[in-house]
């Protein structure tokens, strides 16, 4: 969660409410609107309360046209009712919600079938709040593995973790707050995310393990999992090194089991020692939902496992989190219920398509060039062609968010430091009439974008509106 400070500059002036938000006596009604930085004197009727915080709220961008975000902005009704039922119920409490705690361990059992470990029953997970917590736990089961098996030299040893520089900015985290140093793989040329060898060639006997994006938020290209656990099997081979591979999939393993069937990414690869994912992007569930997998109980530590005597009942738990409502796990349920492979196969086959489509009529206006197609994740990500000097991809997002468009404008990092880039994230709901809509929007900037004598950002720091 972002950090906030309190308002520097209290702005307390005075101001009126609406007579209507007055209950019975619209005359009543008419006072002032209660301070914003520090608690009210008194309370408000519950309809004024409402009204002030939804007029504040339409201020806010419609979650549908963010093109940003890869949280699902769209459930049918009926998980809505079920979310309702389900909020006041704490997941954490498996005694007295036996039934929510069964609905979890489903969920877990069938995505350990979807991700195909090698013995179902066999391997082990949980919901999380999202796939940063779920991240966060698979680290630190990396991280204690390492630390026992070298037991003789840690803490004394520094570990260290594998990644590309592409990584969600929770990996980052992870290394900050667990004391891990990152080693990151520069993109290089079109090379958006890790090699394989220059993986393996950062490893070394402080390695905890190696971070694969099944789907990189810059871009949206998979990372080749498959190619990455055979440079470690070489690896091994010339030096012993045992390094597993954690799969980061926390949009493409929603994506890949369903029309990328063949595939080789999950537990199919023996070095994969464990899998996140996010419920709430590409498996269809509002926010906050995630899931951590590990391939057996055998990866993941037992002493990092609480049994927490809560409410009357022994517990096991892992989590960064205790409390939360148990509202988002029924609606994964619910949605894995109601869909099915067949159905989602569908919704991801129709996403991809939408975003395919889209990529090739963007490229089409001739005024920019596409770095992914969008035939990975329903991703594609698209800058201005060598020729347009006139504006660059900032002027493109500004003059998008006038028509409510949130498309966003970013700069690659280390050693693509000089490629700036507009993404589209392409979502259920995203249908092809809304694609048309934005199409059009797009080409009705282009001539006034074209006139102008110069980009007009002058900082690009500044005018970065999107944030891996």
């Known amino acids: 969660m972002p950090l906030h400070q309190g308002q520097q500059t209290p702005d307390e002036r005075p101001g009126s409410v609406n007579p209507f938000y007055g209950e019975a006596n619209p005359v009543s009604g008419m006072t002032e609107a209660p301070p914003k930085h520090r608690l009210p004197d008194g309370p408000l009727p519950p309809t004024t309360a409402l009204q ?18 890869f949280v699902t902005t769209w459930m049918e009704p009926q998980a809505g009712v079920l979310m309702a039922e389900c909020r006041d119920k704490n997941m954490i409490d498996k005694d007295e919600y036996p039934r929510t705690a069964e609905l979890e361990r489903r969920c877990v059992s069938m995505l350990a079938d979807l ?13 999380t709040t999202g796939s940063s917590e779920a991240c966060m736990l698979a680290g630190l089961a990396l ?10 030299r840690y803490p004394g040893a520094r570990p260290n973790l594998v990644m590309g520089v592409n990584v969600q900015v929770c990996w980052e985290k992870f290394c900050n707050f667990w004391e891990v140093e990152a080693r990151q793989i520069p993109m290089e040329g079109d090379r958006f995310h890790l090699d394989p060898e220059a993986a393996a060639a950062l ?9 694969g994006i099944l789907g990189s938020t810059f871009d949206g290209s998979y990372e080749p999992i498959e190619e990455l656990c055979a440079a470690l099997d070489r690896l091994q081979e010339r030096t012993g090194l045992d390094i597993p591979v954690h799969v980061d999939g926390a949009s493409g393993a929603m994506v890949a089991p369903f029309i990328d069937e063949d595939l080789v990414w999950d537990f199919r690869l023996p070095r994969v020692s464990s899998i996140n994912t996010s419920g709430h992007k590409y498996g269809l569930v509002y926010p906050g939902v995630g899931w951590a997998l590990w391939r057996t109980a055998a990866e993941l530590p037992e002493e990092l496992v ?13 989590a960064l989190n205790f409390s939360r409502p148990g509202a988002q796990v029924v609606a994964q349920y619910y949605t894995f219920l109601r869909l099915g492979r067949e159905g989602y196969r569908a919704v991801q086959q129709t996403t991809r398509d939408v975003a395919r489509a889209l990529a090739e009529r963007v490229d089409c206006l001739g005024d920019f060039r596409l770095i992914t197609r969008g035939d990975e994740l329903p991703v594609f990500a698209f800058t201005t062609a060598p020729e347009v000097t006139a504006y660059d991809v900032f002027d493109v997002s500004r003059r998008m968010r006038e028509s ?40 009705r900037l282009l001539p006034e974008l074209r006139r102008q004598p110069h980009p007009m950002t002058h900082d690009k720091a500044a005018a970065t509106s999107f944030h891996h």
């Open 203 to 211: 490893c070394d006997e402080n390695t905890i393990g190696v971070v």
């Open 404 to 443: 409510g468009w949130l498309l966003p404008a970013y700069t690659f990092p280390e050693n693509r430091e000089d490629l700036s880039v507009l993404r589209v994230v392409c979502r259920n709901g995203f249908t092809s009439d809304l694609a048309d809509l934005f199409i059009e929007d797009l080409t």
């Open 115 to 127: 991700w195909n470990a090698p013995d179902p029953s066999a391997a082990v997970g949980c919901s």
């Open 306 to 318: 609480f049994r927490v005597n809560y409410l009357g009942g022994d517990m096991p738990t892992f």
């Open 52 to 69: 002030l915080v939804h007029d504040e709220l339409m201020l806010d961008g419609n979650s549908r046209l963010n093109l940003a975000t």
């Open 143 to 152: 991280k204690r593995r390492w630390a026992q098996r070298n037991a003789d």
